[in-house]
């Protein structure tokens, strides 16, 4: 495969309400979009979904920027590429975020040139052709938050995921617990926590969640072992696992029963599907997270939450809940609470190139 032209877009794309969580606060998304030509004319597309500010990981929009200008784009131009993952030889594992975007874009190129879905050049199994939606609830009020459960109820949502942070976690989870007695729930304390509010998480421990997702702050993956030995719930890790190898302590140290899967977080693809082979030898329980991220890395997610062994469902609704257009077509919808999983070639949707110029307001081009 040889790589004719390489583009980066820079994009700002305005969010239809504020989108918070105990770290920040978010009113727009700033996200890099890289489309990949190749010598047949064939293109594919691929999100470095890094934030601007480093609040998620450390690895932080400008960083992934000046790397690919300075040196991926330019490289993938000066030699053939036999497959995808090979990148991997020569990529900086210190920017995971960086390197999955330009992996997913030569994946998406290379789906193309088979006429096969992407998931069938990653994974040789079946997968489902609908998946379920999951809900992602930010840090809001409590009539906010029962109203919005209902109405996402009313549109065939099963699962719902709530922001929490230690001054009225528990409050607002034993509330919507209360009403709602059988909800599938769990809660993402975005690193909240600290060692003086363990009785406060053991509180949440009594109220059937899912899981609990990233609870404490600044924790090593000890702190999450001994907390993992005192709680029933599955303490499930996200920021925490950014390679195989913290995959593999946390399985040894026995931190968590659950991972939370981000495509960007832990480097591409490639290392998804190690991370999901050792989950499914270990018994660790996996699922498809979401960055409040472009339809370019969401319907990626919704291809990976097709595997018929996911946990739950994903962190994943449509495009329109977020953006008032998304570059995708079709945007990702919801109808009765499923998702269709896309199945023409490569990521099998299209990007409009107008509403793609519409957010960019940087546009870069290696050729």
Known sequence: MIIKKAELFLLDMPLKFTFKTSQTRLNCRETIILKITDEFGNTGYGEVVAFSD??????????????????????LLQEETVHPFDIHAWLDRAYPMTGAGVENALLDVYARRQHIPVMAAVFLEETNTQIEAGMVLGDLDNAGLLKQIEQYLQEGYVRFKIKIKPQDGFAKLNMIRTAYPYLKLLADANRSFRSEHIPELMKIDGLGLLCLEEPLAEAELTDYQKLQAEMQTPVC?????????????????????????????????????????????????????????????????????????????????????????????????????????????????????????????EHHIFA
């Open 54 to 75: 480093p609040f998620y990981t450390s690895e932080t929009l400008a960083d992934a920027k000046h790397l690919l200008l300075e040196t991926y784009l330019p490289r």
């Open 237 to 361: 890790l996200d920021e925490s696992i950014l390679s195989v190898a913290d995959l593999e302590k946390a399985i040894e140290l026995k931190a968590c029963r659950a991972l939370n899967i981000k495509t960007g977080r832990v480097g591409g693809l490639f290392y998804v599907r190690q991370m999901i082979e050792l989950c499914r030898k270990h018994h660790i329980y996996y699922w498809i997270g979401s960055m409040v991220e472009s339809g370019i890395s969401k319907i990626l997610h919704v291809h990976l939450a097709s595997l018929k062994d996911t946990y739950i469902p994903g962190d994943l609704s449509p495009s329109q809940r977020y953006f008032s257009q998304d570059i995708i077509r079709p945007e990702v919808t919801v109808q009765n609470g499923r998702i269709e999983v896309p199945r023409g070639p490569g990521l099998g949707i299209a990007v409009d190139e107008n509403v793609l110029a519409d957010y960019t307001v």
